[in-house]
């Protein structure tokens, strides 16, 4: 993450010298946000490929049991017509057994990853303080946890430097990602349609941007989070909860998200380890 590092520490040195800022501090600092857009992209196809996986999970589930199901109407059939002999009748009893199997594997490796996830939630929901909740959101959507928290508690007014009371509620948040290791995280910043005016930040894509990698910074340098898990991005106002005709609706869509997915790899494990003799079956 030393590529956002960088980009922050120009943004504060742009604002400590305002009015004296080069073409090629500016160019450098577009070439930098170009990248982070980049990288943005890239979390958003891999966080769309994790809810994927979790979708595929529960459709095979679903298609198991109707082929469950299929399979014993057959057997029924065979068993009201004894000319079909003992021989198939053998062979559809252990391909149901088989189907349920495999039905037993897909039913586990789902729970798994949902009692992953509520274990996750249930621990940062019990440390928090009464003020912190209601400041915070926690949900669990398609094996993705969100995590999404009110501007208000992470940042200096109409800035995206972390204020000083936000470390007790980050801290929290950090260690649940270290506990969760296997666990990828994005970190991504959120604005409403007022435009920003400031030094070197030039709309809200700036900020929302700013904001994540902000956060993301925090996770790193002061709560030892591994930056390789770490993804910082920025949606601007184009990701709207709530109207931003009103003042309580704004309010809404400033906030910051860190959500948290399986890795890859680990959750196709999971699939995966189906056992041999009920794949055979298919």
Known sequence: MNYLRTLLCICIGSMLFAGCVTKKKY???QSEYIDLRKDYQQSQL??????TLVSSLEARLAEARRDNEDLRATLNQALAQSSQGNVNIGKLVDEINASNRFIQHLVQAKNRSDSL???MVS???RSLTREESVDLDIQVLKGVVYISLDDRMLYRSGSYEISDKAGEILSKIARIIQDYRDYDVLVEGN?????ISRTNIRNNWDLSVLRGSSVVQALQTTYGVDPRRLTAAGRGEYNPIGTNATAAGKERNRRTQ???TPKLDQFMELIEQAPASSLDAY
């Open 258 to 260: 860190i959500i948290l």
């Open 117 to 119: 996830n509520l274990v």
């Open 191 to 195: 604005t409403d349609t007022d435009p």
């Open 46 to 51: 891999q966080l769309t490929e994790s809810r």
């Open 123 to 125: 621990n940062l929901t």
């Open 27 to 29: 160019r450098s600092v």
